[in-house]
């Protein structure tokens, strides 16, 4: 059952997750309350390994999501499931974009799916500040005052233009660094 389950929500968020592996976090924000699969904490450490492996975000995420439900057969039915919907919708629009796609009304969609989508985005970026940036304890949410500063201190060295070309693999090492030395 829980693989009919992985396969259900995976190709629904495979169909409608418009924009990237981004896109993607809304629903898997979604499904930490539904199932107990995994929970938001454990979305950062989704993001940060799917982002930090190679290939695209969205299958990375489903993958571990999978394997987080039900182990290796989950992450297979969760990153199978993932890219079945956007294979068929590559087919269908592949055969009838080139006819359609100077068509006014095939423009406005996308016109108005494209601000969706970044709303989406945001939403899930938002998420993704709560759980990195706040910290949660008895009377609610307060700030994190040491993840912060990490924070605006690697936003201001990205600012720096020799810095802007070094690869994120770096960045993300360096963060891992620095988490492991301040919370030994």
Request: proline share 5%.
């Amino acid at each position: 059952m829980i693989y009919l389950t992985l396969f259900y929500e995976f190709f629904k968020i495979g169909l409608f997750s418009v924009g990237g592996g981004m896109a993607t976090l809304p629903f898997l924000m979604d499904l930490t309350n539904k199932y107990d699969w995994y929970t938001k904490n454990e979305l950062t450490n989704m993001i940060a390994i799917s982002e930090s492996t190679p290939g695209p975000v969205g299958i990375n995420m489903s993958t571990y999501a999978g394997y987080q439900a039900a182990g290796i057969p989950g992450a297979i039915v969760s990153t199978c499931s993932m890219v079945v919907a956007p294979i068929i919708i590559i087919i269908i629009v592949a055969e009838f974009m080139e006819k359609f796609y100077n068509n006014p009304s095939v423009q406005a969609v996308f016109y108005g799916v494209r601000p969706a989508v970044a709303a989406a985005i945001g939403f899930a970026v938002w998420g993704l500040i709560e759980i990195t940036l706040l910290a949660m304890n008895d009377t609610g949410y307060h700030p994190d005052w040491l993840a912060i500063g990490l924070c605006l201190i690697a936003f201001l060295l990205l600012q720096i233009k020799k810095l802007q070309k070094l690869h994120p693999l770096w960045w993300m090492v360096g963060g891992a660094i620095i988490g492991i030395v301040l919370k030994l």
